[in-house]
């Protein structure tokens, strides 16, 4: 395994030294009266208490702002960021959450949106540049370039095959 790192110092390198996911060294543990305290919080609290216990080196309010900026229903077409759409119609019981509803309608951008934020908070921070090599045929690559957009310390170059990409 690979030695314990900062947080911001694994988000900036991507991949662990063997090439893997880098993993924490322990999970956060809930106790019984969690579950009941998140449920009645809106996404971005949500967000914020889930992401919390992995961040050791942003302190609170910086990732809390992070996170109110990117999650917002300007970007994601609604407060509730990821609906639940009944289908009840259908089936009772049956409902869809809506993951897609991000800059370009992809599911990556719930995650994405924020790693935006997150990088250039740590280029800021560490007074570093990044660049962003991708290819893509699809929705991954747009998720990624919507996310850096105008973001500080970041150039995204993206390669596209040529006839490859869906008009949407």
């Not at 030294?17 to 305290?37: E, H, I, K, N, W």
């Not at 996170?67 to 089936?91: N, Q, V």
């Not at 049956?94 to 800059?103: A, I, T």
């Amino acid at each position: 395994g690979m030695p314990p790192r900062a947080f911001l110092d694994i988000l900036l390198e991507g991949l662990a030294p063997d090439g893997g996911l880098a993993v924490p060294q322990s999970v956060p543990r809930f106790d019984a009266a969690t579950p009941a305290r998140l449920r009645g919080l809106d996404y971005r609290a949500l967000a914020f208490e889930v992401i919390a216990p992995f961040v050791d080196d942003i302190p609170p309010a910086d990732l809390r702002a992070m996170i109110d900026r990117t999650y917002t229903a300007a970007a994601f077409g609604s407060e509730e960021i990821t609906p639940l759409a009944s289908l009840e119609a259908l089936e009772p019981g049956l409902h869809l959450l809506e993951l897609s509803n991000g800059p370009p309608l992809a599911i990556k951008d719930v995650a994405m949106q924020l790693l935006g934020h997150l990088f250039e908070y740590a280029l800021a921070r560490r007074g570093e540049s990044l660049n962003i090599l991708g290819a893509t045929s699809g929705d991954t690559g747009a998720a990624a370039e919507y996310a850096m957009r105008g973001k500080r310390g970041i150039r995204v170059f993206m390669l596209s095959p040529h006839g490859g990409m869906s008009p949407f």
